[in-house]
Nanobody, 124 residues
Framework: QVDVVESGGGSVQTGGSLRVSCTTS????????MGWIRQAPGKEREGVAC????????NYADPVKGRFTISRDGDKNILYLQMNTLKPEDTAFYYC?????????????????WGRGTQVTVSS
């Protein structure tokens, strides 16, 4: 059974930074592309970032390019999202997500599963 648990959310002011983490168990972490998706109140869920196995490539949504960095630690089975220069429009629930097996990061819309999420709030 795949278990995905996010942590590290919180509240910051505009321009601040946060790092959210995702721990996983019950599956082969290194075999899947993984990423982060988010959902703001009243809005649809959107893909934010993706990273392939071995961190060979990444993909970011346009609104976060240059501000967010996704990374993974294969030894600890942890996925990270470092978020800098945060804006109020980044406020959302952030979910750690897993791509279908064999899929890279060409799109940010197709995901196999995701966790329960962690809240990120950016105040102006």
């Amino acid at each position: 059974q795949v278990d995905v648990v996010e942590s590290g959310g919180g509240s910051v002011q505009t321009g601040g930074s946060l790092r959210v983490s995702c721990t996983t168990s019950g599956w082969s972490f290194d075999a899947y592309s993984m990423g982060w998706i988010r959902q703001a109140p009243g809005k649809e869920r959107e893909g934010v970032a993706c990273i392939t196995p071995g961190a060979l490539s990444t993909n970011y949504a346009d609104p976060v390019k240059g501000r967010f960095t996704i990374s993974r630690d294969g030894d600890k089975n942890i996925l990270y999202l470092q978020m800098n220069t945060l804006k109020p429009e980044d406020t959302a629930f952030y979910y750690c997500a897993v791509k279908p097996f064999g899929q890279a990061c060409g799109n940010l819309v197709e995901w196999r599963t995701w966790g329960r999420g962690t809240q990120v709030t950016v105040s102006s």
